[in-house]
């Protein structure tokens, strides 16, 4: 795969959204409720993503409201459309919360069929919980797609354990931690791959697939975070619109 065949494949797409191009993928600025039905079927390898939270408390985000009355709907609508454009894993990263933990199993429910397994990242040093409350450690990653995932490597776990992030700028504090992102990639994706982010934050799918060398498409409706990921993806731009 070129970078030309890159773009040929994602024409409807990059013509619809202001986007940023380099030879390592693009980044779409938009929403990904509207953006992902003008994907092929079948037009990426993998997804790789974390939807917001659903907090229902503003501590996370600068430019983006985490409150959202629609979530579990979000959540559907978004799995639905990987489904359809993912050839192979989607790696869905959640976290079960207080305020959204009935949609969260809910979620895990209704795509009982299509997810085939739930890997845990265990926290190492989480917030601690107050009193004899129980302190949340974990955040799952749940995988969907047709066939059972295997490994690159051996004696691959379904748990990752690392310390959570603590760099990461005060504009966005729901960045994902870059050796998560390269432990699943690494693992579970193959050079030249494509690999979709539709909430693509501060972009460390980028950094990470570039690293890695897979493409990758990121899709972020915060033009500030989209800006931010730019500059961090250390574009040299190809094309823009
Ligand atoms: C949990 S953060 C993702 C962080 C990202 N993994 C990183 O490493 O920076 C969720 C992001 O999704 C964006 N977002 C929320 N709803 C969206 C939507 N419908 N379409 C595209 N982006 C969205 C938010 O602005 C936020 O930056």
Known sequence: ????????????VLNSALHKTDASGSILF?????????????????????PPYN?????????????NENWFQLNIDILNQL???TKKHIFYNIQANYYNRQDVYKLIGLFSKNIVDIHIWEKSNPMPASGKNITNAV??????GN???????????????TSVNSNMPKEHKAVMKTDIAEHFISKFTNENDIILDCFFGYGTTGVVAKELNRF?????????????SVERCGFNIISAN
Do not use: H
């Open 1 to 12: 795969m070129t970078n030309g065949q890159l773009n040929e494949n994602f024409e409807l």
């Open 30 to 50: 938009g929403d990904s409720l509207a953006l992902l039905p003008l994907f092929n079927n079948k037009s990426v390898d993998y997804s790789f993503t974390s």
């Open 55 to 67: 907090r229902k408390r503003n501590d996370k985000y600068r430019d983006f409201t985490d409150i």
């Open 83 to 85: 489904l359809r454009v």
């Open 139 to 144: 955040e799952y990653f749940l995988i969907l």
């Open 147 to 161: 066939e059972s995932l295997k490994s690159n490597t051996t004696y691959t776990k379904n748990i990752i354990t």
């Open 216 to 228: 990758f498409i990121g899709i972020e409706k915060e033009k500030s975070y989209y800006d931010m």
